[in-house]
Nanobody, 123 residues
């Protein structure tokens, strides 16, 4: 059974930080890129960041570059997203996703999704 189990998220003031983790199981971790996309109320899904498990290449949306950092622990099949300098416009439901193609995650999709986690940034 494929699982992407997310943890982290929550409520934070603008300028604060949060950290996500996504634990993957049920598929070959090294064959996939894993990352996050988000969806705010009334808006389309937006890719946030992803990392290629095979070579560690990282990708970021322009809106989060310099503020978010993605990393992976291949021994634990877990990916982390450190989110700093959060802004109210970062408020959304964040979904962990896995796909062989990182571009798919960066446009808000993926073969597999997590359950979604709410992030609310207050001004």
């Amino acid at each position: 059974e494929v699982q992407l189990v997310e943890s982290g998220g929550g409520l934070v003031q603008a300028g604060g930080s949060l950290r996500f983790s996504c634990a993957a199981s049920g598929f070959t971790f090294d064959d996939y890129a894993i990352g996050w996309f988000r969806q705010a109320p009334g808006k389309e899904r937006e890719g946030v960041s992803c990392i290629s498990s095979s070579d560690g290449s990282t990708y970021y949306a322009d809106s989060v570059k310099g503020r978010f950092t993605i990393s992976s622990d291949n021994a634990k099949n877990t990916v982390y997203l450190q989110m700093n300098s959060l802004k109210p416009e970062d408020t959304a439901i964040y979904y962990c996703a896995a796909d062989p193609n990182p571009d798919t995650i960066l446009v808000g999709g993926g073969d597999y999704w997590g359950q979604g986690t709410q992030v609310t940034v207050s001004s």
